[in-house]
């Protein structure tokens, strides 16, 4: 059993950066692929970024590819979302889960979903 938390959101101005934390214990989760996710009022959930075991490759939304990075650390057993250029239209409550199924874009393929940090993004 995995247990994840994230930390690290809060409020900005439009243009600023966050960076978010998803801490993980438990059980080691250096041997999975790791996803961001993230639920905007009256939204349904949608896939933010992925990142392999190893940090080989990387996938990303468009609406954040060339503004949000996805990186792991797996000695502390953690990983990483830097967000900058932050957008109105990113306000939302942000998840980290472990990918357990083929498709790192799929919500339906991930478990052990942490509880959420919420980044509102003032224009």
């Known amino acids: 059993q995995v247990q994840l938390v994230e930390s690290g959101g809060g409020l900005v101005q439009a243009g600023g950066s966050l960076s978010l934390s998803c801490a993980a214990s438990?059980?080691?989760?250096?041997?999975?692929?790791m996803g961001w996710f993230r639920r905007a009022p009256g939204k349904e959930r949608e896939f933010v970024a992925g990142?392999?075991?190893?940090?080989?490759?990387?996938y990303y939304a468009d609406s954040v590819k060339g503004r949000f990075t996805i990186s792991r650390g797996n000695a502390k057993n953690m990983v990483y979302l830097q967000m900058n250029s932050l957008r109105p239209e990113d306000t939302a409550i942000y998840y980290c889960?472990?990918?357990?199924?083929?498709?790192?874009?799929?919500?339906?393929?991930?478990?052990?979903w942490g509880q959420g940090t919420q980044v509102t993004v003032s224009s």
């Open positions: 889960a472990v990918h357990v199924g083929s498709s790192v874009e799929r919500e339906t393929d991930y478990a052990y």
């Open positions: 438990g059980r080691t989760i250096s041997s999975y692929t």
């Open positions: 990142i392999t075991r190893r940090s080989s490759s990387t």
